[in-house]
């Protein structure tokens, strides 16, 4: 996987759960499920560089 494209995805699940933390500490729902949202999409897209890069391979 291209460093940069790693560690944007890194970057969006840190993202995510500082939401989803914030969210549960004030007791906001929405954000917290915007949290949990931001860190599947980065999940999703570290799996799909990931079997990108097996291909390649």
């Known amino acids: 996987m291209a460093a940069g ?32 949202a931001e860190q599947a999409a980065a999940d999703a897209k570290q799996a799909g560089q990931k079997a990108k890069d097996a291909l390649k391979h």
């Open 5 to 36: 494209k790693k560690a944007k995805n890194i970057g969006k699940d840190v993202k995510g759960k500082v939401k989803e933390t914030t969210g549960k500490a004030v007791g906001n729902e929405s954000l917290e499920a915007k949290g949990r």
